[in-house]
């Protein structure tokens, strides 16, 4: 039905129960196949589709999210922004730090090195998913320093309109990574100087700062019984202020993607 084309509502109604339950809180079959497509639902919110077919059409999501027409036109308006920033002047004011016309900046851990004309490079493999949020962090006209309060993704500013696209893109597939992997979370904290915390509702709770003002919170509950395992990711509340959530979406999508790649090298998984 779908080969390699980005996902169509049709054809996505045409897989689901067409009972118009209103489960997915919506009023019918169709509203839910366009919602998902739109990014605003998750295949997740309809309890019909059964685990291989939600995997099938994720796939055939994703080819549709890589294929944003517009991203080139994005980076190129970006690196002018970029241009036109004294970078000199905010690097206290994001957590960066700045010597000999570069500004640095952390990541996971790892730091990104920017020079006035927005080329990005760094002691890691530089992947697109970093530069883009990296620079819209760098040009964000509003900051907010870390408030130590978390919040959810749908409470964070716009965050209702992405919280579909963010549960069936982040949260889902990182926790079945997570219940395939236990110990892949623990090598999390490890690689990317993550810190374990306490005090949360969860078996493992972890901290990670994707960038220096935009710390989030990975929470890890194992299943039990009849409960499935549940995974959750919060913000700190700053986070809305610091970034718009479009890039707070993308720099998530980007880091899970990178996990599935660090469990298929440790752990085989496929
Ligand atoms: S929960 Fe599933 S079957 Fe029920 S209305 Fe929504 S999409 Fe249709």
Known sequence: ?????????LELYKVLEKSNCQRC????????????VAGQKSLDDCPFLSEEVKDTLSVTLQKRSLAEPRQ????????????????????????????NGVLSVRSMG???????????????????????????????????????????????????????LF?????TPLRKLADAQPELLGDIVDLFQGKEVEGFDADIALVLHPLPHLPILICYQVADGDLQSKLTILFD???????HIKSIYTLCAGLIKMFEQIARNHFGNN
Request: with cysteine.
């Open 1 to 9: 039905m779908m080969h390699g084309k980005a996902l169509t509502p």
């Open 25 to 36: 809180m919506l009023p019918s079959c169709l509203a839910f196949a366009a919602a998902v």
């Open 72 to 99: 080139a036109e994005f980076m190129e308006k970006l690196l002018q922004e970029v241009k036109q920033i004294d970078l000199a002047a905010v690097a206290s004011r994001i957590g960066a730090t700045y010597g």
């Open 110 to 164: 790892k730091e990104f090195h920017v020079n006035s004309q927005g080329q990005v490079r760094s002691e890691c493999h530089i992947i697109p998913w970093v530069q883009a949020p990296l620079l819209s962090y760098i040009c964000y006209p509003t900051h907010q320093a870390i408030t130590g309060r978390w919040i959810s993704f749908r409470e964070l500013k716009g965050g209702i309109d992405w919280q579909g």
């Open 167 to 171: 549960a069936s893109r982040c949260e």
């Open 237 to 243: 509340e700053c986070c809305g202020t610091n970034l």
